[in-house]
């Protein structure tokens, strides 16, 4: 269990995270996702101890993370998976591990074996590794203590469709024997497939959280027509607010029946209306994209 209470982190005036809060619950994969620079590894560093808050408390299994008193066997965290030993052989850096956890260091090779990293892998130096095989340990690493919570950042950077769909099931089979697993993304796509709850932050605020199927059967409609500005000026004057949509059309926040009554009222020849089925989710990601996009090239 993961409780994060209001964080905050400020660097000078700029607000990195901005009084954020969530719960993870065991059983359960948690998507956090958010455009480059929206503030999630910032945040997951406050919930690992490793950047203090400026405001607010995060808690694993019901203590900070500094007083958790052996952490690597509560929570297995990947942050950066570069940041590994890179004259030490991937099964050294576990052997390492192993010994300060206070694992059997028998159980090393089998780690690796279970995540693709078999003997001649293990052998070779990590600073010869591709970044998905530097995922690969980093997972191993996460999973040396036998935790119960998992918190990893942008773990499938780097791993091939193969390793990413691996990854998946490896972390979905974690999360159904009961499991907390925390991960963040920068792309929907990627933790759509996996996280039952989704949390989505922009410049450092939550925009949107909750289970992925609340999130994706947003309400609404997608509708598209010969002559837009006639159709938007029809639905606003209906009092039915619109907001553009990708490659066009737009999404209209009421029921099917309403919008097509107002379209054949206007006269409006309509080429498409269909329920919006999670696009208002990706049009909401895009448009924080294309905000925070904004701000780092000003
Ligand atoms: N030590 C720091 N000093 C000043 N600003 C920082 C510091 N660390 C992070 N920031 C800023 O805080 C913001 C959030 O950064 P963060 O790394 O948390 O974003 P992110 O969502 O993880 O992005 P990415 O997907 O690119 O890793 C960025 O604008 C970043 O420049």
């Not at 500005?229 to 639905?235: G, P, V």
Request: with cysteine; aromatic share 4%.
């Amino acid at each position: 269990m993961i409780a994060v209470d209001r964080l905050t982190k400020t660097y000078g005036a700029y607000k990195a995270v901005d009084d954020v809060s969530f719960r993870c619950e065991p059983g359960s994969v948690t998507g956090f996702l958010g455009p480059n620079g929206a503030g999630k590894s910032t945040t997951l560093r406050m919930v690992c101890g490793l950047t203090p808050p400026s405001h607010g408390s995060a808690t694993v299994n019901g203590l900070p993370y500094r007083d958790l008193p052996n952490p690597g066997r509560e929570v297995g965290v990947l942050l950066d998976a570069s940041a590994q030993h890179a004259g030490r052989t991937g099964f050294e850096v576990l052997a390492v591990s192993a010994r300060i956890l206070g694992v059997d260091r028998k159980h090393v090779q089998a780690l690796l074996d279970r995540v693709g990293l078999p003997p001649e892998a293990a052998r070779r130096r990590v600073g010869a590794y591709s970044l998905g095989m530097r995922q690969r340990l980093g997972l191993a690493h996460a999973l040396l203590g036998d935790p119960a919570v998992l918190i990893l950042d942008e773990p499938a950077n780097g791993l091939d469709p193969e390793g990413i769909f691996w990854m998946r099931g490896l972390l979905r089979e974690f999360a159904d024997r009961g499991g907390t697993v925390l991960l963040s993304s920068h792309l929907l796509r990627e933790v759509e497939v996996i996280a039952d709850h989704l949390i989505v932050i922009g410049r450092g605020r939550i925009v949107a959280q909750g289970s992925k199927a609340d999130l994706l059967s947003a309400a609404g409609v997608r509708v598209r027509s010969t002559d837009p500005a006639a159709l938007r000026a029809a639905l606003d004057a209906a009092g039915l607010p619109t907001t553009g949509a990708p490659g066009g059309g737009f999404s209209v926040d009421a029921d099917a029946e309403a919008v097509g009554r107002v379209a054949a009222a206007a006269g409006v020849v309509l080429t498409e209306l269909r329920p919006a089925d999670g696009s208002g989710l990706e049009e909401m990601f895009l448009q924080l994209t294309a905000a925070q996009s904004e701000k780092v090239a000003a």
